[in-house]
């Protein structure tokens, strides 16, 4: 059973950093390119960041470039995700995704606040 499990997130005034984490299992996790989703209330669902297999090619969403870093260890089957800067439009439910032998999983996601 595949399972991704988040964790990280918080309460962070602006201008802080947090960094989530997303252990998987039930699958081989170094054989699939991953990504990071966020849902703002209210709002749909927007990607944030992929990570390919090689754990080298990456892209973002151009409002977290320089911003936020993805990364992967795939000997820990662990997907992070670094944020600096944040600001309260950055604030959502964040949850790690991939698309695993054709169908599309995700966590239960970790909450991202930002307020001062």
């Known amino acids: 059973e595949v399972q991704l499990v988040e964790s990280g997130g918080g309460v962070v005034q602006p201008g802080g950093s947090l960094r989530l984490s997303c252990v998987a299992s039930?699958?081989?996790?170094?054989?699939?390119?991953m990504s990071w989703v966020r849902q703002a209330p209210g709002k749909g669902p927007e990607w944030v960041a992929i990570?390919?297999?090689?754990?080298?090619?990456?892209y973002y969403l151009d409002s977290v470039k320089g911003r936020f870093t993805i990364s992967r260890d795939n000997a820990k089957n662990t997907l992070h995700l670094q944020m600096n800067s944040l600001n309260p439009g950055d604030t959502a439910l964040y949850y790690c995704a991939g698309t695993i032998a054709l169908r599309n999983y995700r966590g239960q996601g970790t909450q991202v606040t930002v307020s001062s």
């Open positions: 990570i390919r297999v090689d754990g080298r090619t990456t």
């Open positions: 039930g699958f081989t996790f170094g054989n699939y390119d």
